[in-house]
C-alpha cells in the first residue's frame, strides 16, 4: 500500500514537470527517484541569511570619497599658509639648520630646526624662507617648500591616495558583486528552461574585444593616473611653492648668476611678432626680444586677454623672470599684466584634479573590463559544458 502511494506521487511530480514542458523522464532507484538531464530543476529559494550584502561596496565607495574630498580640502588649506623670512643661527652644511622668525600669527619670536637649501649662494647663507602652516591641527608648524617639517603634506597625501585606493576597491567589488548576482539570475532562468542540447562553442570575439579594450584602458589610465599623482602633483606643488617664496634678486647676484638665480628679476623686452589663434588647435604666442640677448624667447599664454590681444610689434614691455623662464608680462604702462603658461600658480591643483579624474576612469574601466570577462567566460563555459 506504501510502495503504491509513493509511486503515484512520483506519477504526479512527472506529470506536473511535462506539464511545465521539461524534456526528459524520471528513473526510479529503490525507493528514490533521480532526475537524468533535461528534467526542470527549481531554484533554491534564498534566506534571509543567504541574502548578500548589496551596499557594502557602495559604503566603502563613500567612505573613500570622503577621505578624497578631506585630503583635497587639506591641500586647498594649504595654499592659505604664511610665508616667513627666516635667519639661519646655525648652518651644518647639510641642509639643517637652525633659524629664527618671527611668528606671524601671534607676533612672537621662534626658533626652531629648520630644513635648509644646502645649495643656496653664499650671499643668501645667513637668509631663508619657509611657510608656517595656518590651519589645525598642525597650526605653527614651520616647513620648507618641499612640506619638510610638518606632517601635514604626508597627511594629505595619505588621505587622498586611500580615498582612491577605495573607490578603486568599491569599483572592481562592485563589478564583480554585479557579475555574480547576473550569474545567478541566468542559473535561475536556465534552470526553469533546459535546452534539449546544450551548444558547444568557444568565446565569442565581440565580448572579448569589448573586455580586453576595457582592462587596457583601465590600467593604462590608472598608471597615469597613478604617475600624475605620485610624481607631477609634488613637483608641481614644490615648484609652486618656491616660486610663491621667491624674491627679487639682489643686484650682485643677478650679475653673478642671473640664469640659474632662484629669485625674481625684471628686464625689458621688445614685442616681435604675435600669433593669436582661437578654437581647435588654438595657440596664443609671442615672440619678445630682450636688450641684453640677441636671442627672441617665445613666450605661451593660455589666452589672449587681457594683454595679449593689446601687443603689437615693436612694443615694449617688462617680463618677470624665475629660473630663466618668464613667467608674467606687464605691459610698459603697468596698469596690464597677464601670466605666461611658465607661471606655476595652479598647476598643482590641475595636476591634482587631473590625477583623480584620470584614476577614477581607470578604476572604472578595470571594473567594467573586468566584469565583461567573467560575464563572457561564463557564457563560453556554459556553452562548453552540458549540465548533469
Excluded at 578603486?168 to 539570475?185: C, D, E, K, Q, T
Excluded at 584620470?358 to 578595470?366: H, N, Q, R, S, Y
Amino acid at each position: 500500500m506504501l510502495t503504491a502511494t509513493r509511486r503515484a506521487a512520483t506519477c504526479r511530480v512527472a506529470s506536473t514537470v511535462d506539464d511545465y514542458g521539461a524534456a526528459g523522464a524520471l528513473t526510479w532507484g529503490g525507493d528514490e527517484e533521480q532526475a537524468v538531464w533535461g528534467t526542470r530543476r527549481q531554484a533554491p529559494s534564498k534566506t534571509g541569511a543567504e541574502t548578500p550584502r548589496r551596499w557594502k561596496f557602495l559604503w566603502v565607495a563613500l567612505f573613500g570619497l570622503l577621505l578624497a574630498v578631506a585630503g583635497g580640502f587639506s591641500e586647498a588649506a594649504g595654499h592659505s599658509d604664511l610665508g616667513v623670512e627666516l635667519t639661519v643661527l646655525r648652518d651644518d652644511g647639510h641642509g639643517h639648520c637652525t633659524v629664527r622668525w618671527t611668528d606671524p600669527l601671534d607676533g612672537r619670536v621662534r626658533e626652531a630646526p629648520f630644513a635648509c637649501d644646502s645649495d643656496r649662494p653664499p650671499i643668501l647663507r645667513d637668509w631663508e624662507y619657509g611657510w608656517e602652516v595656518t590651519y589645525w591641527p598642525w597650526r605653527g608648524d614651520l616647513r620648507n617648500s618641499a612640506g619638510v617639517g610638518s606632517s601635514a603634506s604626508d597627511v594629505t597625501t595619505g588621505l587622498t591616495l586611500a580615498g582612491l585606493f577605495l573607490l578603486l576597491v568599491a569599483s572592481v567589488g562592485g563589478a564583480v558583486r554585479i557579475v555574480r548576482r547576473r550569474r545567478a539570475g541566468a542559473e535561475a532562468r536556465d534552470a526553469r528552461r533546459v535546452p534539449m542540447s546544450p551548444p558547444r562553442g568557444t568565446m565569442r570575439s565581440r565580448p572579448v574585444a569589448t573586455a580586453v579594450l576595457a582592462l587596457t584602458g583601465g590600467v593604462i589610465a590608472l598608471v597615469g593616473g597613478g604617475c600624475l599623482l605620485g610624481i607631477a602633483v609634488p613637483h608641481a606643488r614644490h615648484r609652486e611653492r618656491d616660486f610663491r617664496a621667491a624674491v627679487p634678486c639682489p643686484a650682485d647676484l643677478a650679475a653673478m648668476n642671473r640664469s640659474a638665480a632662484q629669485c625674481l628679476r625684471t628686464e625689458s623686452f621688445t614685442v616681435g611678432k604675435v600669433r593669436i589663434r582661437s578654437g581647435k588647435n588654438s595657440y596664443y604666442t609671442a615672440d619678445l626680444a630682450g636688450p641684453e640677448s640677441s636671442a627672441t624667447r617665445r613666450v605661451r599664454f593660455a589666452g589672449k586677454s587681457p594683454l595679449l590681444r593689446r601687443l603689437e610689434s615693436g612694443d615694449t614691455v617688462r617680463g618677470v623672470l624665475w629660473r630663466d623662464g618668464i613667467v608674467t608680462v606687464t605691459s610698459a604702462d603697468g596698469e596690464t599684466r597677464q601670466d605666461t603658461k611658465d607661471n606655476p600658480t595652479g598647476s598643482a591643483s590641475n595636476a591634482l584634479v587631473g590625477g583623480v579624474v584620470v584614476t577614477v576612469g581607470g578604476a572604472v574601466l578595470t571594473g567594467v573590463g573586468g566584469a565583461l570577462t567573467v560575464i563572457a567566460w561564463r557564457a563560453a563555459y556554459r556553452r562548453r559544458v552540458p549540465r548533469g
